[in-house]
């Protein structure tokens, strides 16, 4: 039989630290590898869980450490988060949670994380302008995708952010916007 008391106790339960992620309590983040799992060794009785890349998680603790500080040059460690998933539960009905994980299983903590210009509310990543012949340079990438043979990741979607905004006022095309139309401002009138 489960230990429900200990599983829903976890380490840094209702801790609330200020971040260098700006994260707090409550917070609805993203699951940023497939390397999450939950239950670990059938942790107090329930059945080991790989968590699915993108799942959401709301956060229930937070801990920003001194670890690894010495090699930032803002002087701040690691931090770690208890979380609990918020579409998955376990067979018995209780919420899976994770305690004491790196935060930076959330994708939320990557400076490249990036809603879709587009307006469809995915979520992926905007990767800066290079020179360098950098693979996906200046392009927004979706997170999910998959991986070929060579374990080479191919994104669901992948556009161009610019076709998105005026390039005057950076105003924001809305979903459903003809690409070939103007911008929802009056610079391309002009």
Request: hydrophobic content about 30%; some cysteine; overall charge negative.
């Amino acid at each position: 039989m489960p230990d429900t008391e200990k599983y829903m106790n976890t380490m840094n339960l209702g801790r609330d630290d200020d971040n260098k992620f700006d994260l707090n309590l409550d917070d609805i983040c993203h699951i940023n590898g497939t390397y999450v799992k939950a239950n670990g060794y059938n942790y107090c009785g329930y059945e080991e869980f790989e968590v699915p890349l993108g799942a959401r998680a709301r956060i229930i603790g937070i801990k920003q450490t001194d670890l690894n500080a010495s090699y930032r040059k803002d002087g701040r460690g690691d931090v770690y988060v208890d979380f609990e998933l918020v579409d998955f539960t376990n067979p018995d009905g209780t919420p899976i949670r994770c305690g004491n994980r790196h935060a930076g299983c959330f994708a939320e903590t990557s400076p490249r994380f990036a809603v879709c210009p587009d307006g469809s509310g995915d979520i992926g990543f905007l990767w800066p302008e290079s020179h360098h012949s950098v693979r996906w340079s200046g392009m927004w990438t979706s997170m999910l995708g998959t991986f070929n043979d060579d374990h080479q990741f191919t994104p669901q979607k992948m556009l161009d952010p610019k076709q998105y905004a005026c390039p005057t006022c950076g105003v924001a095309r809305e979903p459903g916007d003809p690409v070939h139309r103007g911008f929802r401002c009056d610079c391309w009138q002009q």
